[in-house]
């Protein structure tokens, strides 16, 4: 198998350096893409003075999703890998990759920040579709499956572009391996919560734009169904809850609580508007209107050493 494996990055130097160092080390026969987003701490630099790095792509977009599939773009391996910049990859991963691909179409392991430890896979049951979720900095995929099946991963999704890639995954009837060697640690200088390329678009803490990209990709693939929506209230009802909790707990203010009840509220219309629209757009098994095939202008230039 020949494996091609992408980090995207963005204005993380040091902790990439540490990435490809390992990947090096380890998988050194592997295809080395990084896709840089408009990085301003001299990562170019580092990249292009390394011997281990076979293609450097440019982007002006902070898209996480654009950066990954800019990386599709160029790959030349039958498998491809997509790495954090943050992370360091075992003697296993290799193996892991291996193994579980000759048994699913992805595949994909713990992500280890510290005493935080994705130590399982997740699953869940939606509208009667198993979906098995992955790390997007963590994660393998048939190169066939990721550009055919999936058209890459949708770009109008600024978080949760992986967890999108899931959904549609299943629905075209594919399997994820879950393989306990294909683990990655985080860097020391990584805090919890820092999972990956987070300056590459807001983080899912972000209230708006986390009900707005999770009403969008329920919506997108599986319709304003009665599930959905009661899947998408639930998480919001948890949410208000805690910061209830927080408010009479001292730690939070009412202007807060209302101010986060509106926010999930414009998220949840935004998205599910989009997705219905997105549903639209794209009938195909696909499910991915803002995917890999959509655009041809993502790089800004290519440093190809091959």
């Known amino acids: 198998m020949e494996l091609s494996v992408v980090v995207p990055t963005l ?10 160092d390992s990947l090096a080390a380890e998988v050194p026969e592997a295809e080395a893409v990084v896709v840089n987003g408009p990085s301003a701490d001299g990562t170019t630099g580092m990249v292009r003075e390394r011997d281990d790095v076979d293609v450097l ?7 996480i999703n654009v950066a990954r599939n800019a990386g599709i773009e160029v790959a030349t ?32 392991g713990p992500v280890r920040y510290g005493d935080h430890d994705q130590s399982g896979a997740e699953h ?60 990655t640690d985080g860097q020391r200088e990584t805090k919890r919560g820092e999972c990956g390329p987070t300056p590459m678009g807001p983080a899912e803490q972000g209230r708006e734009w986390k009900y707005r990209a999770l009403s969008y990709r329920l919506v997108k693939n599986y319709g304003l169904r009665p599930t959905v929506v009661r899947r998408v209230f639930s998480h919001a009802a948890g ?17 807060a ?23 639209a757009r794209d009938r195909t098994p696909t499910r991915n209107p803002y995917g890999l095939s959509h655009r041809s202008d993502r790089a800004v230039a290519t440093y190809d050493w091959r």
């Open 11 to 20: 204005n993380g130097r040091d902790r990439l350096a540490g990435a490809l």
């Open 57 to 63: 792509v440019e982007v002006a977009d902070r898209g």
């Open 77 to 108: 391996g039958d498998a491809i890998a997509f790495l954090g910049f943050d992370l360091r990859i075992g003697s296993d991963w290799l193996d892991a990759i291996v193994d579980g691909l000759a048994a699913a179409q992805a595949a994909t």
């Open 124 to 183: 869940r049951t939606i509208v009667g579709r198993s979906v098995h979720y992955f790390s997007g900095a963590n994660v393998a995929f048939r190169t066939a499956t990721l550009r055919d099946a999936l058209d890459g991963f949708d770009e109008y999704l600024e978080t949760g572009g992986a967890r999108d890639a899931a959904h549609r995954l299943a629905g075209a009837g594919y399997s994820v391996a879950w393989r306990e060697g294909l683990a």
């Open 239 to 255: 949410d208000a809850t805690d910061t209830a909790r927080a408010v009479l707990g001292g730690n939070g203010s009412p202007s």
């Open 257 to 279: 609580w209302f101010g986060s009840g509106r926010d999930v509220l414009t998220g949840i219309v935004r998205g599910s508007a989009d997705g219905l629209i997105a549903r």
